[in-house]
Structures are given as structure tokens and as C-alpha cells.
């Protein structure tokens, strides 16, 4: 049986926020958490994963405490590079309404799981990326402009099984 490689996903900042975040008292935000520490512990060696510079400064942000955890969980990922065509690509997305224009920084990760290819883009952010709506006109203007775009899910969607 031929071995299999291991698909690329690009963990957008909500990921890592709810992986590292303390326990929260809302019932949905917890049960993210959780699904967020399960696929951790029993998902993620399925993959490769990627963050981009982005991932960093976003982790960094905030309570001194919070981004020492959420940048000693990234330590270990695989930091992308950022090319030049990032900029275009994130311009035409937002020109084209994939993303509203206050989401700029959601449209970095967009660029970036695109333009390196990922299979997936794994993110909690629901009202910008993983939003039925979103997905569709992302996947249209990513197609467009040449780039497959990657699946976007959330970790409850990924179960990481052949």
C-alpha cells in the first residue's frame, strides 16, 4: 500500500486562541475549546501544519499571559513565508466582496492558505471565513484569479480520517 502524504492546513489565529484560552463560561465558546484541545491531542498529527507571520503578530497581541500561550503553541509550526503577490490577492478579495473590507487580516490568511497551496484552512472565525456565503465567494475569486482555494473548516469539520 503506498504511503500517503499528509495534507497542509493553515491554523488561522482563532484556532490557536481556543486552544490556549482559559475555559470559558459560555457554553459554545467551551465546547469549542474542547473540540479545539480533542482534534490537538488526536487530529493533528494527520497533517502538516502552517501559520503565517500574520498567525504570529495576531498570537502576540493581548493579555502578556494569553499570547505567552498561544506563541509557545505556534513554536513548533511551520512559519510561512510571505510573498509579494499576498498584497494583490488580498486586495482583490476584499474589492470583490469575498471579505468585507474590515476584514483584512482575515484576508491574509485567506491569501496566504491560497497562494501556499493548502489543503485546508482551519479556523473558529464563522462571521468572515468559515461562513457558507464567504466560502463560496472566496472559492470563486480564489479560482479566478488562479489559485485553488482551500477547504475552510472548522476543526469539528476536520477529523483528520482516511
Same mark, same amino acid.
Given at each position: 500500500?503506498?504511503?500517503?502524504?499528509?495534507?497542509?492546513?493553515?491554523?488561522?489565529?482563532?484556532?490557536?486562541?481556543?486552544?490556549?484560552?482559559?475555559?470559558?463560561?459560555?457554553?459554545?465558546?467551551?465546547?469549542?475549546?474542547? $473540540?479545539?484541545?480533542?482534534?490537538?491531542?488526536?487530529?493533528?498529527?494527520?497533517?502538516?501544519?502552517?501559520?503565517?507571520?500574520?498567525?504570529? =503578530?495576531?498570537?502576540?497581541?493581548?493579555?502578556? =499571559?494569553?499570547?505567552?500561550?498561544?506563541?509557545?503553541?505556534?513554536?513548533?509550526?511551520?512559519?510561512?513565508?510571505? *510573498?509579494?503577490?499576498?498584497?494583490?490577492?488580498?486586495?482583490?478579495?476584499?474589492?470583490?466582496?469575498?471579505?468585507?473590507?474590515?476584514? $483584512?487580516?482575515?484576508?491574509?490568511?485567506?491569501?496566504?492558505?491560497?497562494?501556499?497551496?493548502?489543503?485546508?484552512?482551519?479556523?473558529?472565525?464563522?462571521?468572515?471565513?468559515?461562513?457558507?456565503?464567504?466560502?463560496?465567494?472566496?472559492?470563486?475569486?480564489?479560482?479566478?484569479?488562479?489559485?485553488? *482555494?482551500?477547504? $475552510?473548516?472548522? *476543526?469539528?469539520?476536520? =477529523?483528520?480520517? =482516511?
Amino acid at each position: 500500500m503506498p504511503v500517503m502524504e499528509k495534507k497542509c492546513v493553515y491554523l488561522e489565529t482563532s484556532f490557536i486562541s481556543y486552544l490556549t484560552g482559559r475555559p470559558s463560561s459560555d457554553v459554545v465558546v467551551a465546547g469549542h475549546q474542547k $473540540i479545539t484541545q480533542d482534534w490537538w491531542e488526536n487530529r493533528r498529527q494527520h497533517y502538516d501544519l502552517f501559520i503565517s507571520g500574520t498567525v504570529v =503578530d495576531e498570537a502576540s497581541q493581548g493579555n502578556e =499571559d494569553a499570547a505567552s500561550r498561544r506563541l509557545a503553541a505556534l513554536e513548533p509550526l511551520t512559519l510561512l513565508d510571505t *510573498p509579494d503577490t499576498v498584497t494583490a490577492f488580498v486586495e482583490t478579495l476584499l474589492a470583490k466582496h469575498a471579505l468585507p473590507a474590515v476584514a $483584512i487580516t482575515d484576508a491574509i490568511h485567506v491569501a496566504m492558505a491560497c497562494i501556499h497551496n493548502m489543503d485546508y484552512l482551519l479556523t473558529w472565525n464563522c462571521k468572515h471565513i468559515a461562513n457558507v456565503d464567504r466560502r463560496y465567494m472566496i472559492e470563486e475569486v480564489s479560482l479566478s484569479y488562479g489559485y485553488v *482555494p482551500p477547504r $475552510i473548516c472548522t *476543526p469539528e469539520e476536520l =477529523d483528520g480520517e =482516511d
